[in-house]
Every structure is written in structure tokens, then in C-alpha cells.
């Protein structure tokens, strides 16, 4: 079909794009259009004004900032995977972006449009958890920075308000720590069934610290929180990880639908749990 007749703005700055959302009680803001252009051309929204973002230099790239590393909110998932900042100090973020669906996407998305569109489905939100990131959110007041375990409120519903941005995300450097993501999907490209993401750092041959996040296993991206605390300290054996990999689903309330059962996804949890932390402790270091 084709989409509802609609006001397109192009701004070059953060500041313009505010205004262009100020300026109109019904607006959209167009990142990659991995999510909103199919929604556009069904007709199940018609707004009166689209926002695009693309042509805004300081939203892409991405910085060193102290012990931090800033990714801006248009950074396609193409540039992350091929940006040595990202391979060094959140190593956890690429692999799972290498796993977004296929090139012609990875080329368009943005990690940005992702985490905004907060699909419980999608892969960037259970490693942007499990890294501790801050996401940096632009209004007409100024900035203000949130955590991710604050930022996603419920299904496809964030923190940044309707007349807001997201315009970066900073990640604590993670040096050193091993990481893995695994994805469990029935074919290729899919949207995650259940997906866990999984970083790790050793002590010598004791995890000294673990954080686990977990796709497709509520409303929103969830934290392993009880698994991470039964993993600190303990020595990276497979029967110690899979005692702790038990606890994976704990909290969580996965949804029911033609995919998989709730009951089979916190089963996937636990197995994918355990995978990736195995994994990701043979990688530290």
C-alpha cells in the first residue's frame, strides 16, 4: 500500500529535530525505517509529520569519553561491527548485532531506532542491559541520562517522551570481559524465540562477575539478576554455570504465541543461560 499523505522534515541538528517534533501534534521520527516505514505503507499509522533523522552528523559515529565509549543514536548497526571501539571495549554489543537479521538491514538499521522502538524481541536490548549502559535523551529542556534498567517501561514503550530524542548511548568500557550471545530462532533472520546475552570477567579461573540480559522473555528486556548473583565468585566449572543457569527464568513472564510457550521459553533460557556463559568465560582475558 502506500503510505498516508505526510509533512517530511529533514533536519541538519538535535536542536531542529526538537522543533520540528515541538511544532506538530503528531509527529514521527524516522531512523533507519526498519520499523516504521512498513508500519506506514499497512496504513496503521497516518501521522501528520515525519522526522528524519539522517542527516544529523553528531548522532553517528562512535567516541571514547574516559572510561566510557559513546555511540551515537544513528550509528548504523553496519558501522558498530565494524568499529574497533566497539570490538575492544563492548565486544558483547557486536556479536549480537552480527546477528540482526541480514546485511541489507544491518546497512539501514540504527541502534538507536532499535532500542527506541523497544521491541522485546529485538537483539539490542538484553546486551545494552547486560553492559550498564546510559542512554542519553535530548528535549526541550536540555539532556538528561537514564539507565538502561530504567529505560524500558513496557511493550514498544520507553522513556523518551513524545517530544523527545534519544541521541546517544554510553557503555562502560568492558575490557577484557568475555561475552556471547545466543540466539535461538526456527529460521534464519528470524526475530528472537528466546535470546541471551552474556558477558563475563574472570579472576583467574573464578567468575568474578557476570551479567546476564535476556530477549523475548517479558514485555521488555529483563536482567538474569538471580543467575548473576549466583555466578559471582563461583569457579567457571559447566556443573557450577549450570546450577546457576537454573535460576535464568526466574521473574520472568514470557509470552505465549504460535513461536513457542511460555513454559518452552524459560526452558531455552536456561539452556541458552548456560551456553553463553560458558562461552563467554572461555573468552575472557
Known sequence: M????????????????????????DAKVLAGGQSLLPILRMRLNAPERVVDLGHIPQL???????DDIVIGAMTSYADLLAEPLVAEHADLLRLAVSQVADPQIRRRGTIGGA????DPAGDIGA??????????????????????SDFFEDLFTTAVGEDELL?????????????????????????SIVAVAATVRMTGETIAEARVGL???????????????????????????????????????????????????????????????????????
Open 60 to 66: 553517528q559515529g562512535v567516541h571514547e569519553d574516559g
Open 127 to 148: 546486551p545494552i542491559l547486560a553492559l550498564n549502559a546510559q542512554l542519553v535523551i535530548a528535549g526541550s529542556g536540555g539532556e538528561r541520562t537514564v539507565a538502561a
Open 215 to 285: 530477549t523475548n522473555m517479558g514485555a521488555t528486556p529483563l536482567r538474569a539478576t538471580a543467575t548473576e548473583a549466583a555466578l559471582a565468585g563461583r569457579a567457571a566449572s559447566a556443573a557450577a554455570i549450570a546450577d546457576a543457569c537454573a535460576l535464568a527464568a526466574d521473574g520472568t513472564n514470557p509470552p505465549s504465541d504460535l513461536n513457542a510457550g511460555a513454559d518452552y521459553r524459560r526452558h531455552l533460557a536456561q539452556i541458552l543461560t548456560r551456553r553463553a556463559v560458558l562461552a563467554a568465560a572461555g573468552r575472557a582475558g
Open 2 to 25: 502506500i503510505p498516508a499523505a505526510f509533512d517530511y522534515v529533514a533536519p541538519e541538528s538535535v536542536a531542529d529535530a526538537l522543533a520540528a517534533l515541538a511544532d506538530s501534534e
Open 115 to 118: 532500542l527506541v522502538h523497544a
Open 167 to 191: 541521541t546517544a548511548v554510553r557503555i562502560p568500557k568492558h575490557t577484557g570481559w568475555g561475552a556471547a550471545y545466543e540466539k535461538f530462532v526456527r529460521v534464519s533472520h528470524q526475530w
